[in-house]
């Protein structure tokens, strides 16, 4: 047996898997850092410059891994701050488990320093399981429940340890009355509907003659079975943004993302369709889904809760998307006919071009479209790709062409800021061979990216591909809020809420001893791109774009229009640059320049 409490837990969590574990001392976990560096040599302990970091590159790590994500943190403020990435996890169903710490046990519940009600704190984002140690005999059980439970449903759980429990001696559970004896271990198989269900869903298929297949997260790992899937039905492939890496985007029926953030080519095949096949997603977003009543639907997805939620669905099938489409396809009958998949390869093909020209349309000083673009095409194989919530998720969206092998993840559900570094470095550390690319808005840059980048400076000589580049979009402004005011309530631009200072975050980099990059002109974006990308460490890009160039969703609806018009009639102090810079996309879709087709 581990000779203390803390030793015990981790003896056991290695037991369960865990190899890392992002964190920052403090007293109130000091028995458990003490032990950690018991076993640095087979758990490794990554420290960030703030909690809130470890809890974003636990659930950064889940997302590239599908292995449980594991954070710490000390009590009182420690604990405070892992909750945003910890709810980043949740919504976005990630496994993360928690382990925090507290007070003494005699000083709960005495207003002392530090002590805070750590149960009411996190019941919420880990309400499928929080618990207290109290004793040493408690210990397994918490351990092993959070652990199995995290894995099971996918959610976030938390052990909450206080510092003077976490120093006593470790002894096993006796055998009476009372005690409970706990083992690691837990064996999941594929969830698959009955034939019944299945046969339901098959039918609802066949009959359809313009199928729509719409994917998310849990297609991920299903990436052939859709193709067959897609294959048989002659259906197009729409994905929302966590399934980007699904399909890759060089298939010429996968029409790209969908919503605000996607391609026309989504938007008209689920106007057009008359069946919708939904896998993995839990896309919000139903405007811009079929309307009620025009598709008949069939939904399959692994969380009974997330079934027939953004659409009325004929059939919900609850099941692994894999393991549940091999089930499906050999009683999908062949479609006939393929002006369908005629009409949807059409529809891509003038998307991508759109998007080609929109990246060269003139702007100042830098068209933040043509930075997506430049990175697209150079993008190295089994790239990790990185957003974060802003302009930046736009241009990732629409302007990357994934291929087969590589992953990207934006924080979903939550859409915090912040995450992209996060997630990146979380790739790096499980992934070291593996280059990765983070897109960081200025806003995120000042708000944790720069402190993050002496995280970065501190590590990065261990990873085995030292390519971690990180491009920020400098336009000097929070500018998916300014449009976001502007689109939706037609307020115009209020500098003093949206200005953000101009920093030399390339300069910052190197101080650090980084490799680093300004850059100003549009023509030397990608020779920028390809340094950063050759380059022999961590490398910063200082991108100045334009905040002006409108991130248009592919179909403008007239409230949309007015708040528009709204905004600008309303004094927007950069009325004259948006009208140039919204006429100038606009044209460049309605007369393309066919630059690069």
């Known amino acids: 047996m581990a000779s203390t409490v803390s030793d015990f837990i981790w003896n056991r969590v290695h037991d369960w898997g865990v190899r890392r574990v992002y964190g920052y001392p403090g007293d109130g976990i000091g028995g458990l850092i003490a032990a950690l560096q018991r076993r640095e040599d087979d758990i490794e302990f990554v420290q960030v410059r703030h909690e809130e970091t470890a809890s974003l590159m636990a659930s950064g790590e889940t997302r590239f891994t599908g292995e449980v994500g594991m954070c710490i943190a000390t009590s009182g403020p420690g604990a405070v701050h892992l909750l945003n990435g910890l709810y980043d996890a949740r919504l976005d169903h990630r496994p993360v488990v928690a382990l925090v710490g507290q007070q003494a046990r005699s ?146 029926f996968c029409t790209g993302s969908i919503g605000l953030l996607g391609t026309k080519a989504s938007w008209d095949m689920m106007q057009d369709c008359d069946t919708l096949l939904m896998i993995g997603s839990g896309f919000p977003y139903t405007e811009f889904l079929p309307k009620p009543g025009q598709a008949r639907g069939v939904q399959i997805d692994i969380d009974a809760g997330m079934l027939g939620l953004r659409y009325p669905m004929e059939v919900n099938l609850i099941g692994d998307a894999a393991a549940t489409l091999e089930a499906l396809l050999p009683l999908l009958e062949p479609k006939i006919g393929d002006d369908w998949r005629r009409t949807i390869e059409t529809n891509v093909s003038e998307s991508w071009q759109e998007v080609r020209d929109s990246a060269f349309v003139e702007a100042s000083p830098i068209n933040p479209q043509r930075v997506a673009y430049e990175l697209s095409e150079r993008l190295p194989e089994r790239s990790i790709i990185t957003a974060d919530s802003g302009t930046t998720t736009v241009w990732y969206a ?32 499980a992934h070291s061979d593996r280059p990765a690319v983070a897109l960081v808005g200025d806003g995120a840059m000042q708000m944790n990216g720069i402190n993050e980048l002496v995280t970065i400076a501190k590590y990065w000589k261990r990873w085995a591909d030292p390519r971690l580049v990180i491009m920020v979009l400098n336009n000097r402004e929070l500018a998916y809020v300014t449009w976001e005011e502007r689109i939706q309530a037609g307020d115009p631009k209020w500098p003093a809420s949206q200005d953000l200072p101009d920093l030399p975050y390339a300069d910052i980099a190197k101080l650090m001893g980084l490799g680093g990059r300004r850059v100003d002109d549009p023509e030397q974006v990608g020779p920028a791109w390809d340094e950063a990308l050759a380059a022999d460490r961590p490398f910063v890009l200082d991108m100045v774009t334009d905040p002006n160039v409108p991130p248009l969703p592919p179909h403008i609806t007239f409230a949309q229009a007015r708040g528009f018009a709204g905004a600008l009639a309303g004094g927007d102090p950069e009325a004259a640059s948006i009208v140039t810079n919204t006429a100038r996309s606009l044209f460049g879709k309605l007369l393309p320049t066919r630059r690069g087709s």
């Open 107 to 252: 000083a709960m519940g005495s207003h002392y320093q530090q002590d805070l009600d750590l149960q009411s704190l996190f019941k919420d984002v880990a309400g499928a399981y929080i618990e207290t140690a109290t004793v040493p005999a408690q210990v397994p059980h918490l351990i092993d429940r959070a652990f199995r439970i995290a894995i099971a449903e996918r959610r976030v759980t938390c052990v909450i340890l206080p510092n003077d429990l976490q120093l006593e001696s470790m002894a096993a559970p006796s055998r009476e009355h009372g005690m409970t004896h706990s083992g690691v271990g837990i064996e999941l198989s594929p969830a698959v509907p009955a034939m019944a269900a299945l046969q339901r869903a098959a039918d609802v298929l066949n009959a359809g003659e313009k199928v729509a297949i719409l994917v998310g997260a849990g297609a991920v790992n299903a990436t052939d079975a859709v193709l067959a899937t897609a294959e048989k039905l002659k259906a197009g492939v729409a994905k929302a943004l966590l399934g980007k890496a699904a399909i890759a985007d060089d298939v010429a």
């Open 398 to 429: 629409r302007h990357l062409r994934f291929r087969r092998g590589m992953m990207g993840s934006v924080s979903g559900t939550l859409s915090t800021m912040g995450c992209a570094i996060p997630y990146a470095m979380a790739a790096k550390f």
